[in-house]
């Protein structure tokens, strides 16, 4: 009897101690940003560049394989700016984004600007730079409601946060996950255009990087199937970028970083 009462104190005292181990959970959407970016603030770098594996599934369910160089620079005025190179640079193909806005070149030349951005970029750079109202701004397409209280759930074995959502079966809604421990996005569900159907964006390989941190492999579903996948290798962080690679007028023509 003794020993049985032994162990179930044990263990209780294991469960409170892991209960305690566990981040406290935001009240709202609004203060998971706000966590997110304390847990980083001053930290976090602001420039960003890697080598990125992209595989694309088609309709018929072949898979396409393409070289993309991505560039990623945070400044005040600008706020976060992101470069895609479609195939070597040379070639002059590729976007520029903010989480607004969109200019696509074909063959050195400006082929479509439009509004409406990539939405992804607050929350992998954005949100641990600037203050959070900015955030909630950028983010306002994506329908995502900060206001709601914040879910807390377990998804492949780890806490998480889930904004946006009504409870942890809504998917629904649209909604971001961040990982409680480290602060990181690992999902994101919403309309990344608003014409366009709902894109689950799914960040793992998440590696420490210059104060900061970065997700090496995406995936990302529509309909529940696999569309794109991407692997980042050779990244650097806080090497120098000129602003003449994120300004339209100069796409063609800036010196590039890669080959």
């Known amino acids: 009897m ?10 209780a005292l294991l469960a409170l101690s892991a209960d305690a181990q566990r981040p406290s959970t935001p009240a709202t959407g609004r203060d ?16 960003l560049t890697f080598v990125q594996k992209t595989t694309r599934r088609t309709d018929d369910g072949r898979d396409t394989v393409a070289t993309w160089y991505e560039s990623l620079r945070y400044t005040p ?15 002059g193909n590729g976007v520029l984004y903010t989480a607004d806005s ?3 070149f074909k063959d050195g030349k400006l082929a479509v600007t439009r509004a409406g951005g990539n939405s992804l970029i607050p929350l992998i750079a954005s949100v641990y730079l600037q203050p959070v109202d ?10 995502v409601d900060f206001t709601r209280p914040v879910i807390a759930a377990r998804w492949k074995d780890r806490d998480v946060w889930i904004i946006g959502a009504l409870s942890a079966a809504d998917t629904a809604s649209p909604q971001i996950w961040v990982n409680a421990g480290d602060k990181q996005t690992v999902r994101a569900m ?19 990087l210059a104060g900061g941190m ?11 199937k696999l569309v794109q996948s991407e692997d980042y290798t ?16 100069t796409f063609s023509t800036a010196k590039h970083w890669a080959p």
């Open 32 to 47: 998971a940003l706000q966590a997110m970016h304390d847990a980083y603030a001053g930290k976090w770098y602001t420039t």
């Open 102 to 104: 969109l200019w696509a």
């Open 190 to 208: 919403f309309k990344p255009v608003p014409t366009r159907p709902v894109m689950d964006a799914r960040l793992e390989g998440i590696v420490p």
């Open 2 to 11: 003794r020993i049985a009462c032994a162990a179930a104190l044990a263990g």
């Open 77 to 91: 005025e600008k706020g976060a700016q992101l470069r895609i190179d479609i195939g070597s640079p040379k070639a």
């Open 214 to 224: 970065l997700a090496t492999h995406c995936e990302f579903y529509v309909e529940g």
């Open 234 to 249: 050779e990244w650097k962080a806080n090497a120098p970028l000129s602003s003449a690679l994120f300004d339209p007028a």
């Open 134 to 143: 900015r955030t909630i701004a950028e983010l306002a397409a994506t329908g």
